[in-house]
């Protein structure tokens, strides 16, 4: 069932929103050659700490029964790692982009927001890869209103990103948020105008474009998260959480 969310309850979705944003912004400026993704982690720890924030990617359960649940605060995808990369030794080195995928509950709501950064001087295709990806989340959010069909804001996505010689990765997608990090309704970033429910002023979502600068397929490693393009090429991922509102969409994860 999706949930419409009350003024007052988005009020609090707006502060753990800021909050995801401002912790963002800080790994963002963390982000350079030799630093680790375990110690970019950290500092996503230590501001939830001091926030009294919970870092919800930690300890998530896993959809698989007898999976192992995600070890972090942050995901850190690197290069042709989609989604979900763990963090650990590896240090980061000139020429890779950053995808960091973070979310935290905050006085009872969640937030959720990922950036795709690159790490000194990287080449003009993961340049245009990160910005299109970036450009095809506000081209989703942009439809994000009330009337329009959810399927309005997944085929912007699709329609932008392939303009642009992009693919679209299919496996994961946007999703209802509030009280919990994953609630209903699934948002993809691929479909039809005319598919989904309707949006409703006060449905509270996060979208979340991932595009690939090969072929959309992907799987998922060994360590049971990580997930890499099949082809091993790069990847850049987006999102913000946002609430449907009367005067159009609210983005509540700007920095």
């Given at each position: 069932?999706?949930?419409?969310?009350?003024?007052?309850?988005?009020?609090?979705?707006?502060?753990?929103?800021?909050?995801?944003?401002?912790?963002?912004?800080?790994?963002?400026?963390?982000?350079?050659?030799?630093?680790?993704?375990?110690?970019?982690?950290?500092?996503?720890?230590?501001?939830?700490?001091?926030?009294?924030?919970?870092?919800?990617?930690?300890?998530?359960?896993?959809?698989?029964?007898?999976?192992?649940?995600?070890?972090?605060?942050?995901?850190?995808?690197?290069?042709?790692?989609?989604?979900?990369?763990?963090?650990?030794?590896?240090?980061?080195?000139?020429?890779?982009?950053?995808?960091?995928?973070?979310?935290?509950?905050?006085?009872?709501?969640?937030?959720?927001?990922?950036?795709?950064?690159?790490?000194?001087?990287?080449?003009?295709?993961?340049?245009?890869?990160?910005?299109?990806?970036?450009?095809?989340?506000?081209?989703?959010?942009h439809e994000a209103r009330i009337g329009n069909k959810l399927g309005q804001v997944s085929h912007a996505i699709q329609k932008y990103a392939e303009e642009h010689g992009f693919s679209v990765v299919r496996e994961f997608v946007g999703h209802g948020i509030g009280r919990k990090m994953h609630e209903a309704p699934l948002v993809p970033n691929y479909g039809r105008v005319n598919q989904?429910?309707?949006?409703?002023?006060?449905?509270?979502?996060?979208?979340?474009?991932?595009?690939?600068?090969?072929?959309?397929?992907?799987?998922?490693?060994?360590?049971?998260?990580?997930?890499?393009?099949?082809?091993?090429?790069?990847?850049?991922?987006?999102?913000?959480?946002?609430?449907?509102?009367?005067?159009?969409?609210?983005?509540?994860?700007?920095?």
């Open positions: 069932m999706i949930m419409i969310k009350t003024p007052e309850e988005i009020a609090k979705m707006r502060v753990a929103g800021q909050a995801v944003a401002e912790i963002l912004e800080l790994l963002r400026t963390a982000i350079s050659p030799g630093i680790s993704t375990l110690a970019l982690n950290a500092i996503a720890e230590e501001e939830c700490k001091k926030r009294s924030a919970i870092p919800v990617f930690k300890n998530y359960p896993h959809s698989r029964e007898g999976g192992k649940p995600f070890p972090a605060a942050i995901c850190t995808s690197i290069n042709e790692e989609v989604v979900h990369g763990i963090p650990g030794e590896r240090s980061l080195q000139e020429g890779d982009i950053i995808s960091i995928d973070f979310g935290l509950i905050l006085n009872g709501y969640a937030g959720d927001a990922a950036i795709t950064v690159p790490v000194g001087e990287v080449s003009k295709e993961a340049l245009r890869l990160i910005k299109y990806t970036e450009k095809a989340l506000f081209k989703g959010i989904g429910p309707y949006l409703k002023e006060g449905m509270t979502i996060a979208i979340e474009p991932m595009l690939n600068l090969g072929a959309r397929n992907v799987f998922t490693k060994a360590d049971d998260w990580t997930v890499v393009t099949k082809d091993g090429k790069l990847s850049a991922h987006f999102e913000h959480s946002i609430a449907i509102t009367a005067r159009g969409p609210e983005i509540f994860t700007l920095s």
